[in-house]
């Protein structure tokens, strides 16, 4: 954009649709004919299937077809054995009913179709399997000891400086860490409705944050023409990480639908969701933290271990953080996975970065408080002015800012040094902080703009949005630039038959999607001005000179000459004039290579209350201040902040996986028994934004946002708990019984 002021407050575009019903998500997708397929799950969490009764199954009224490891011809994109070089559906090596082992509790071993939902839903509970059980891991903490190095360059062991120097240190704390198993949990379930038309085109409504990858994935499996392939995708009810990849359950879908040759639905039950679309995975970590006297670190040690699956090496970037969020002049970072009989985590969101910020932050908390410093001012005397990782000056940075604004807001001067000092009533009252950043990235994205006579503007990206706001952000950039009022701006977003666009992760979208629509945006007033330069037009007669597109200013009813404003067409009139039914253009964007570290980065403070003798924890106040570059849309910006407080809370309080060792499965598998925040739990949550343009990373200066709206938000409030009750607890979820124990 061509200042750095954000536009006004629009509302979010699809906001009516959403509350109204009439958005469409996968499962909502109605085709004729249409059946109904229902996954049967492993009963163990790891063996062989000796045989399986599917007798009665199929005889079942309504019954098409049972898919199983006996009967389900092979994918002509599936490599036999296991080559790692070779990972069919977007690096998703597991493919259901190509083999009858079990990795895991609920893995897929039969796919019922039925006419009906409850014809399916019936006969799947008549599919039996016998198996050759063998001895499962499920536990992180039972298998510590089998840990590894993840292959590849990048997750090598890291020193800058001298290793584990904090040892050496005046002033120094080591302290362990954990972080259980999180699970996404988003209203919408994992669906899927799949359609062939013959035996070489197939169509897909489905659950992905990325329609092109999703696509990708499906011609790859079926070995089909790119453009063979096509999936709808507009609107996603929420997912945080979850559709970050083709799961097995998609594939399957679309291979039942080829078998029986009609529209399939395939819809996961609540259960299906804790044991097959992945999850942030548990997590081991060990702080050493080192300092002077006078509170400048000398050395910083972060090493965690977290799980995979048995089947598939997945990493996350947990320990990176610690490599450049503080200056510190020796730094080591090592990392491990633990294989287990569990499904494949996946990327959630604040991926890796949250879930060793707590680690860290918490440290950092426990070092001030050993200095006895105030946790804000230790980390100002701490402040990196440059990336001591890369060695390279930052494109923007603002994080004191967002120090300043926080601790203002949340009424940081009222915080007792000394736990356990400030009452209120039968009450403690703590305060805590917590800071965060994720990498700010600019991918590749393909915008096509049309201006239409009556004024309408249409943007086309096949990018989707799961919840941040993306077609209001896209609205919000073009109608500053045009002129024009959001109404008149008409987003299609979410096939794969749109210009590509990036996915729907990785808090990317903003800088990636915005500036293909800023880029468009201006290629289009250029032509429009040069249009309006033709002899004969009454601009030519105004101004005899070649416009430029800042010669004319652009409205919502039509063009005129900045330096006389009476001389004005409106669209249909200068579309009529130029014998044109619209002007339209495509502009892809992409960033450039800079010699610059970007980062976006959050403080989030918190004001809470416990209760000595019950433990129950009251958060009265959340402050969360963000530097993400320019704010495009206000509304769901903070809209998005707010939801990274209530994770973050769910994450420091609540949220907790709990897997029955003896037999390998979810015990809490359900949202009665696996908490989250509600109404009730969620305080006032100010949101701030230091809102200053970042003149590197785009043309609109923006910085994402999604995820640093939760990194740094559970430590914060382990932070204020501990200086509400003196009682250091360490590892998540912080609960009722864990306070009264220590």
């Known amino acids: 954009m061509e200042k750095d002021k954000a536009p006004d407050r629009i509302d979010r575009v699809d906001a009516r649709a959403k509350v109204t019903g009439t958005a469409s998500y996968a499962a909502d997708h109605k085709i004729q004919n249409t059946v109904y397929g229902l996954l049967v799950g492993s009963t163990v969490a790891k063996g062989r299937i000796k045989s399986i009764d599917t007798k009665a199954a199929e005889k079942a009224s309504g ?55 409850e014809r399916v839903l019936h006969a799947a509970k008549l599919v039996k399997a016998q198996y050759e059980k063998a001895t499962h891991k499920t536990s992180l903490e039972d298998n510590l000891a089998t840990a590894k190095v993840p292959t590849g360059p990048r997750q090598e062991d890291y020193t800058r400086g001298e290793a584990d120097s904090y040892k050496n240190a005046p002033v120094k704390i080591e302290q362990e860490y954990y972080h259980p198993v999180e699970v996404h949990n988003p209203m919408e379930l994992g669906s899927i409705v799949a359609f062939w038309e013959g035996a070489e085109k197939v169509t897909v409504y489905t659950k992905t944050q990325g329609v092109q990858a999703t696509q990708k994935s499906i011609s790859d499996a079926f070995k089909l023409p790119l453009g063979n392939v ?27 639908a080829k078998k029986v040759g009609k529209p399939l639905k395939l819809v996961l039950h609540r259960e299906q969701m804790f044991t097959n679309v992945g999850y942030r995975p548990a997590t081991k970590q060990k702080i050493g933290l080192g300092a002077t006297a006078d509170g400048k670190l000398i050395g910083l040690t972060h090493e965690a271990t977290g799980n995979t699956s048995a089947y598939e090496e997945f990493t996350e970037a947990t320990v990176n953080i610690s490599r450049f969020m503080y200056a510190c002049p020796n730094v080591t970072t090592r990392y491990r996975l633990v294989p287990l009989n569990v499904c494949t985590p996946i990327w959630m969101r604040g991926p890796g970065e949250a879930t060793g910020a707590f680690a860290l932050e918490s440290a950092m908390d426990e070092l001030a408080h050993a200095l006895k410093l105030d946790p804000v001012e230790f980390r100002v005397r701490n402040h990196a002015d440059s990336d001591p990782e890369k060695n390279l000056p930052w494109s923007s940075k603002y994080l004191k800012e967002c120090y300043e604004m926080g601790a203002e807001r949340i009424g940081w001067k009222n915080r007792k040094l000394q736990p356990r000092t400030n009452q209120d009533g039968d009450w403690l009252v703590g305060y805590g902080m917590g800071a965060g950043s994720f990498g700010a990235m600019r991918w590749v994205a393909s915008v096509k703009g049309i201006l239409q006579p009556e004024g309408k503007l249409r943007l086309q990206c096949s990018v989707n949005d799961m919840g941040p706001g993306t077609a209001t952000m896209m609205t919000a950039v073009a109608a500053d630039i045009m002129g024009l009022p959001p109404g008149r701006i008409i987003i299609e977003m979410g096939s794969t038959g749109l210009p590509p666009g ?139 902040m707010i939801g990274g407080a209530v994770g ?42 230091v809102n200053k343009k970042d003149p590197i990373i785009g043309p609109m200066g923006s910085k994402g946002l999604g995820e640093i709206a939760l990194v740094g938000v559970a430590p914060a409030i382990a932070n204020a708990v501990f200086n509400a009750t003196g009682k250091r607890l360490r590892e998540l979820p912080i609960t009722r019984d864990k306070l009264l124990e220590v």
């Not at 083709?246 to 679309?254: G, L, M, N, Q």
């Not at 598998?669 to 100010?686: C, E, G, M």
């Open 648 to 689: 973050g809370i769910g994450m420091a309080l609540m949220e907790d996986m709990v897997i029955d060792q003896r037999f390998g499965r979810p015990i809490n598998n359900n949202l009665a028994d696996y908490h989250v925040p509600v109404n009730a739990d969620i305080p006032t949550v100010d949101v701030l934004f």
């Open 230 to 256: 096509t999936v709808h995708a507009r609107h996603i009810g929420g997912a945080f990480g979850m559709g970050l990849r083709t799961w097995p359950y998609e594939i399957a879908a679309v291979m039942a």
């Open 502 to 640: 990036p996915m729907q992760g990785g808090s990317n979208v903003t800088a990636t999607v915005g500036s293909a629509v800023h880029d468009v945006c201006f290629a289009m007033k250029e032509q429009i001005a040069a249009l309006a330069s033709k002899a004969g037009s009454v601009f030519s007669k105004a101004n005899s000179q070649q416009l430029k597109a800042e010669d004319l200013l652009f409205s919502e009813n039509g063009l005129s000459l900045k330096s006389d404003t009476s001389v004005r067409l409106s669209y249909s009139e200068f579309f009529k004039q130029n014998g044109l039914p619209a002007v339209e253009v495509t502009k892809e964007s992409k960033g450039t290579e800079q010699p610059y570290s970007s980062y976006s980065f959050s403080v989030h403070f918190v004001k809470l209350r416990v209760h000595p003798a019950t433990g129950r924890i009251k958060i009265d106040h959340v402050v969360s201040c963000a530097d993400a570059g320019t704010i495009v849309s206000p509304k769901t910006s903070e809209s998005q």
């Open 63 to 117: 019954v098409l077809a049972v898919l199983t490891y006996f009967n389900t011809p092979k994918l002509p994109g599936y490599t036999t054995g296991k080559d790692p070089s070779k990972p069919p559906t977007g690096g998703q090596p597991l493919r259901f009913f190509a083999t009858n082992e079990i990795f895991y509790y609920d893995q897929a071993i039969a796919l019922v179709v039925a006419d009906t939902y």
